[in-house]
C-alpha cells in the first residue's frame, strides 16, 4: 500500500513539473512576441538605430523628406508652448564653423525681399563643413538655391549649405560636426560665390546670428529657444515689451505729410528726439509699419529685440527709431 501511494505521488508531482515548465514557455512566448516589448529590445541592441541617434522624429512626427525644404501646414507644436534646443550635447562632436568667411550679406529684407540666411563670402572650390551632428534630408539642386545641403540635426534644428560647386553627401547619411559637406561656388542665383547658410525650425527660417558669431566663428549660446515662431537665446524674457504706465504725448510736425494723421494717431513721443512708440492696430506687419515711418524692418526687429516673423498682436506698443 505504501508503494503504491509513494508511486502515485511521484506521478502526480511529475506532472506538476510539466505542466510548470510549459506555462512558462507559453508565457516566455507570449512575451517575446509582444512588438512593443521587441521594439524596445531592438533599440538595446541596436544603440545607432534612427530612434537613439534622431530624437528629433518626435518633434517632427517622424515626417521625412529628400524632396522639400519646407514642411506641409502642421502644427509641431503648440501656439504658447516654449521648446529648448541644446545645440551640442556632451556626447556631440564640437561645433564646426561651415567656413571661417567674411559675411556680405545678413539675415532680413534685401532689395524688396526677405533673405532667409547669412551669406559668407568664399573662393570657387573652397571646403564647406557642417556645423552640428545630424542626417542629410537633402542633396540636390534646389530652386534658387542651386546645390544644396539640408541636415537634420539630432535636436531638431535644420540647416541649409548652398550655392554649392560640387556636393560631397548623399541623402540619409548620417554626418557629423566638421564632416565636409562639399566645395565652394556660384550655382543658383547667386552674383558671385559665396556659401549662403540658413538655419530653419520646422521648416521655418531665423536669423543664424541669434546663436552664432560669424566675426569669432563661435556659438554665442549653447541653447536656443522656440516659441511661436520666435527664436531666443534666453527664455523670451525681454520677448514681450509692455506699455508705459503714463500716455505720452502725441508727436506733432508743423509739415504736414501724407501719413502724418496715421503717425500722429498711432505713435508717441519718448524723451529721447527721434524715438516713437507705435500702437500696433489690426492689419499692421512690420513692413506696413516700415513704411509707415521711412525706416527698415531691421532697424525695428533691432531696436525692439524682436524676429523678423514675430507676430504683432492688436495693443502690443513697439519702438520706432
Known amino acids: 500500500m505504501t508503494l503504491r501511494l509513494t508511486i502515485l505521488s511521484a506521478f502526480i508531482l511529475l506532472g506538476f513539473t510539466v505542466f510548470a515548465q510549459t506555462n512558462t514557455q507559453n508565457s516566455v512566448a507570449t512575451i517575446t512576441e509582444n512588438p512593443e516589448i521587441n521594439m524596445i529590445l531592438d533599440s538595446i541592441e541596436q544603440p545607432d538605430s534612427l530612434i537613439e541617434l534622431f530624437p528629433a522624429n518626435d518633434l517632427y512626427k517622424n515626417l521625412w523628406n529628400c524632396t522639400n525644404i519646407k514642411y506641409p501646414k ?117 552674383t558671385t560665390e559665396h556659401l549662403h547658410f540658413e538655419t530653419r525650425i520646422f521648416g521655418d527660417p531665423f536669423d543664424s546670428n541669434k546663436y552664432i558669431d560669424f566675426e569669432n566663428f563661435a556659438l554665442r549660446s549653447n541653447k536656443i529657444y522656440y516659441k511661436n515662431k520666435t527664436i531666443s537665446i534666453d527664455p523670451f524674457k525681454n520677448e514681450t515689451i509692455k506699455a508705459p504706465e503714463q500716455p505720452l504725448a502725441v508727436k506733432t510736425d508743423s509739415t504736414p505729410t501724407k501719413n502724418s494723421n496715421a503717425v500722429a494717431a498711432n505713435a508717441s513721443q519718448t524723451a529721447d528726439e527721434g524715438v516713437m512708440k507705435h500702437i500696433i492696430r489690426s492689419g499692421d506687419n512690420l513692413w506696413t509699419i516700415a513704411k509707415e515711418y521711412n525706416t527698415t524692418v531691421k532697424s525695428i526687429c533691432e531696436i525692439n529685440k524682436i524676429a523678423v516673423n514675430q507676430i504683432l498682436r492688436v495693443g502690443m506698443i513697439i519702438t520706432i527709431r
Open 74 to 190: 502642421t502644427e509641431f507644436s503648440r501656439k504658447n508652448d516654449t521648446i529648448e534646443f541644446t545645440l551640442v550635447e556632451p556626447d556631440d562632436h564640437p561645433y564646426c564653423q561651415p567656413y571661417k568667411g567674411k559675411v556680405i550679406s545678413k539675415f532680413g529684407m534685401r532689395h524688396g525681399r526677405m533673405h532667409t540666411g547669412t551669406d559668407v563670402k568664399l573662393h570657387l572650390g573652397d571646403s564647406v563643413f557642417c556645423a552640428f551632428d545630424g542626417k542629410v534630408r537633402l542633396a540636390q539642386k534646389f530652386s534658387g538655391y542651386g546645390n544644396l545641403v539640408l541636415v537634420r540635426h539630432k535636436n531638431g534644428i535644420e540647416t541649409i549649405y548652398a550655392h554649392l560647386k560640387t556636393i560631397k553627401v548623399k541623402e540619409n547619411e548620417p554626418i557629423k560636426a566638421g564632416d565636409l559637406i562639399g566645395l565652394g561656388g556660384r550655382t543658383g542665383r547667386a
